[in-house]
């Protein structure tokens, strides 16, 4: 919002949120309508292929959007290193309603217009037009409003909303009031009005108008460079011709300079240009990928969640995962993405954050949790995580953290099986079960005396029985092989405080700690008001309205944790797996070990917690009713 928000600042479909999509429905079921039933001869292609085309610029945009968050998460040719935050996700949700608002202005020009009606596919003299009148009047005239919108008065109460964000994103290009792109479009319909008026309109000059605009915008508020320098050379000129993303992104941090639309040439006619420009061009260029200290491997879980990831859908991923009504539209790419990854998938980078000197990156392999229970497909996806770990010891990672679905005995010992195969590896592998064990220990509310334990048994759970035995807690299992097995883990002084018991003797447990393979069944016996604590990566199913359900084993990162702005699947904004704070915490005391394998040092819990709460991670509050 701007800093003195203006007259028709806001849309005028805001109170409609997500519904606002309506606006333009009407029209695009007319279209469709008349397109299937009238006569070949009757039907207008430019008022039909309007709602396509906007389609067309989402998809154009959400390209760009994930095109420039994969190369500035990698830091090849970034120029700016500043991180985003929540904040500014949330301010940039809007971006689609300028295509609405074209949307609309299209459809109605199209329905009134009489020289807008059945307009040919092309037109020479009209696309030329278009160009020459663009790159004259256009151009001109942005200049000097964009001027006279860092004037002060219209700065606070409209512009500003836009310099809002230092860090460019595509989308930021049109984050703008509504007032304002009511301006722009003014601006932009005199190539179309007066090709319209001079009988020269086409549906390519129309189209290839609106696309040059979108792309020309995404491209200037990329946060990395890809202009190449070959270009110049041949054309010299064209450097007053078109701009560059390092050009447009020193408008948004020194805001007094490089004021031009799409073509620097008036800058450099009225001298505001920016000194640095040419600098700052050729330093983003010669940039290299990051140098990285901490890796977070892990991977995607159902398949929608591929377009949760922070190079997906970019609001989207700044909330915990869930699902929504507009996944089923986009289930044919969904079910296309599950086969191409099942047969080939490349690892990526996905995000990255710095803290405390530390670079930190999340690494994806493009595996689904259905893929890893295919054993089948056992060999190929350990292939793929031997694979990661190497490249990270090649590139000098000092601590990779597993946020796999691979910490179990069948698949490769928690992770042992690398360390064993690689026993040069210097980096070291990690997989959070300590600092999870911990956070569920010092999760559970100060008062409890006793709790009840079920679900797949794994190293995590142990050392947890263990620790809570030892601290006086009595650990009640629901079933008898679960209680033979945690009978090994208990010293014999303590052993008394494990029980298994009945139904019955569970009407006084009100805090249940929960892992993957608890059942139906089991959920229903618990009493009203439980409170039920995962140890494991993954949530329970919440089936019970009447009990309070915590999150996974994750911590509040600290404010000085830069580039927080997506959510880790289920996890709440600003908080993070046990499995990757467990992975910073390693580079930050400088552990040598790996923390790997099936067994858990109990003495090791009080150490990796103290360390966690030192560098300012906190433990997420409990939920209430």
């Keep these: ?334 079910s296309l993405s599950m086969l191409f990854t099942l047969f080939y998938a490349r690892l990526f980078v996905a995000e990255r954050n710095s803290f405390e000197k530390l670079n930190l990156q999340s690494w994806i392999i493009p595996r689904y949790n259905l893929q890893y229970l295919l054993k089948w497909r056992k060999d190929a996806i350990n292939n793929m995580i031997e694979k990661a770990i190497l490249e990270a010891d090649k590139k000098g990672v000092k601590v990779l953290s597993l946020g796999l679905m691979n910490q179990g005995e069948e698949l490769n010992r928690n992770g042992e099986a690398y360390v064993h195969k690689h026993p040069e590896l210097k980096v070291r592998v990690v997989d959070g079960s300590r600092l999870a064990a911990a956070i569920v220990v010092n999760t559970l509310p100060k008062a409890t005396t006793n709790v009840v334990i079920t679900g797949n048994l794994t190293k995590i759970v142990y050392t947890i029985a263990s620790a809570l035995c030892q601290r006086g807690i009595q650990v009640s299992t629901l079933r008898l092989h679960e209680y033979e097995k945690l009978r090994s883990c208990i010293p014999r002084e303590y052993i008394d405080q494990l029980v298994h018991i009945t139904t019955e003797a569970l009407s006084a447990k009100k805090v249940w700690l929960v892992g993957e393979g608890t059942s139906k069944e089991e959920q229903e016996k618990a009493t009203k008001g439980t409170l039920f604590i995962p140890f494991s990566q993954f949530p329970l199913k919440q089936l019970r309205g009447d009990c309070i359900y915590h999150t996974t084993p994750a911590l509040v990162v600290p404010k000085s944790l830069v580039n927080i702005h997506s959510c880790e699947n289920w996890l709440p904004r600003k908080a993070m797996s046990a499995t990757r704070v467990a992975g910073i915490l390693h580079a930050l005391e400088g552990w040598e070990m790996h923390e790997c394998g099936t067994s858990l040092l109990l003495s090791e819990l009080d150490q990796v917690w103290k360390a966690c709460l030192s560098h300012g991670f906190q433990p997420l509050l409990l939920p209430h009713h």
Excluded at 11 to 21: A, C, D, E, I, R
Excluded at 182 to 210: D, E, R, V
Excluded at 270 to 299: A, C, I, N, P, Q
Aim: proline share 6%; charged share 15%; net charge neutral.
């Design 1 to 334: 919002m701007a800093t003195k928000p203006g007259i028709l600042t806001d849309w005028p479909w805001t109170p409609l949120g997500s519904f606002k999509y309506i606006v333009v429905a009407p029209w695009a079921i007319h279209s469709i309508y008349k397109l299937v039933t009238d006569d070949l001869e009757k039907i207008d292609l430019g008022y039909s292929l309007v709602f396509p085309f906007l389609l067309l610029r989402i998809l154009h945009n959400q390209f760009w959007i994930s095109l420039s968050r994969y190369y500035t998460v990698k830091g090849s040719r970034r120029i700016v290193d500043k991180g985003i935050d929540f904040n500014q996700v949330d301010r940039e949700t809007n971006w689609d309603d300028q295509i609405l608002f074209n949307g609309v202005l299209f459809y109605t020009g199209f329905s009134l217009l009489p020289e807008a009606k059945h307009l040919p596919v092309w037109r020479t003299d009209g696309v030329l037009m278009t160009a020459l009148i663009h790159a004259g009047p256009v151009e001109f005239l942005y200049y000097w409003l964009h001027k006279a919108l860092h004037h002060h008065f219209l700065y606070s109460r409209y512009h500003s909303h836009h310099h809002s964000s230092i860090v460019t994103e595509p989308i930021t290009s049109v984050i703008h009031p509504f007032a304002e792109h009511i301006a722009y479009f003014m601006l932009f319909a005199i190539p179309l009005l007066t090709t319209l008026l001079t009988k020269t309109a086409s549906i390519a000059s129309f189209a290839g108008y609106i696309i040059y605009i979108d792309f020309m915008n995404n491209m200037g508020h990329c946060n990395f460079e890809l202009v190449p320098k070959r270009l110049f050379h041949l054309f010299p000129p064209l450097k007053f011709l078109c701009y560059t993303p390092s050009f447009h992104s020193l408008h948004h941090t020194h805001f007094r300079t490089n004021y031009s639309l799409f073509m620097p040439l008036y800058d450099y006619i009225y001298g505001t240009m920016d000194e640095t420009s040419d600098t700052l061009y050729e330093k983003s260029l010669e940039r290299g990928e990051d140098r990285v200290d901490v890796v977070h491997l892990t991977h995607l879980t159902t398949p929608e969640s591929i377009y949760h990831l922070r190079i997906g859908l970019a609001s989207f991923a700044s909330y915990p995962f869930s699902y929504r009504w507009f996944m089923r539209l986009l289930w044919p790419f969904t």
